[in-house]
């Protein structure tokens, strides 16, 4: 109760001061990115067309987004990349903050969009969806020092697929994730073909991470 006391004031304060150092400059040609490209590129396919809106939701400083903005530019002639962040004023402790960050690595991409947001409060309707580690067990929320009302996996996971047209890609890691995943899939009626073990050259990872792909008919 006392963590959850301590993350529910932290994070008040930072979501209400949005304190960060300016001008945050990083590597926009990384690992992370490369990564997220190649997945992608595994796993998802897109059909070609005129417009195409892709989420990423959880994108903490959105590092991977030009790995996303390359893969999806392949199919369309409009892009429209969003990112939806509900911890985006976390300081890192160089004390810039994600959203900081994330300002760097979207700079000069045309169409792309970061929100400092509950996922909840996202409501239009997206072609892909890209969901990277959310958050299945009350520990890590803890960890990554998010208040308890926020651990609401099933929640989040029924509006996802609300707002979702097409396609949407889930990575989870450990074994743990992965089925406790399967079982809100299969708890919701929601279909998807599971993909077993992800990996890619560009970046490995100490536990094995795993995928699902669900698809709207």
Known sequence: MFDDLKNRFDFFV???????????????????SRYVYDILNQFMHPKEQDFLRVLDIGSKNWAYVRGEYKFFERFCTNLRL???????????SNFYSRYEAAKF???GLQGVNY???DLLNINGKYDYIIWL????????????GLPMR???P?????????????????INQGDEEAE??????DKLGIPYESLGVVSSKALEFKNLRYGFIVKRD
């Open 14 to 32: 930072r979501s209400h001061t949005r304190f960060s150092r300016k001008n945050y400059r990083g590597n926009l040609e990384n690992d992370e």
């Open 82 to 92: 969003d990112g939806v962040e509900i911890d985006a004023y976390r300081l890192y």
């Open 105 to 107: 690595y979207i700079g």
């Open 115 to 117: 929100y400092p947001d």
């Open 133 to 144: 580690l959310p958050f299945l067990t009350p520990y890590p929320l803890k960890k990554w």
């Open 150 to 152: 926020y651990f609401m």
């Open 154 to 170: 099933e929640k989040l996971l029924r509006h996802a697929y609300e707002i979702l047209e097409k396609e949407m890609l889930i």
């Open 180 to 185: 406790i995943q399967k079982a809100l899939l």
